[in-house]
């Protein structure tokens, strides 16, 4: 498993911008499937969006789409997500996840938060006036 951390939760505005990093041990970052994922109070956890080997090879849950953007610093073991145009509906606690590949597709992989077995502790977004 991976050690993973997330950093840059916060509270923001609606209609405000906030990025989330996630760091992760490991040697080669692009081996890896790394994905956001988050939980409001009483909800289930959720794929907000995922990374794999290649900046292009990404998901994205329909619901941040256009919305949120999720890129890569390979020489920083580091992935991030760039969160625009937030709402009220996007507070949670947001979860950095990742799984070894290959990933044959990860518009099927990604949203199941059960493929993942390295987690990180979690990040509080709230997006309130």
């Known amino acids: 498993q991976l050690h993973l951390v997330e950093s840059g939760g916060g509270l923001v505005q609606p209609g405000g911008t906030l990025t989330l990093s996630c760091a992760a041990s490991v040697f080669r970052l692009d081996y890896y499937a790394i994905g956001w994922f988050r939980q409001a109070p009483g909800k289930e956890r959720e794929a907000v969006s995922c990374i794999h080997d290649t900046p292009a090879n990404t998901y994205y849950s329909d619901s941040v789409k256009g919305r949120f953007t999720i890129s890569r610093d390979s020489a920083k073991n580091t992935v991030f997500l760039q969160m625009s145009s937030l709402e009220p509906e996007d507070t949670a606690v947001y979860y950095c996840?990742?799984?070894?590949?290959?990933?044959?597709?990860?518009?099927?992989?990604?949203?199941?938060?059960?493929?993942?077995?390295?987690w990180g502790q979690g990040t509080q977004v709230t997006v309130s006036s």
């Open positions: 996840a990742a799984e070894e590949g290959p990933i044959v597709d990860i518009n099927y992989f990604c949203p199941q938060a059960a493929f993942f077995n390295s």
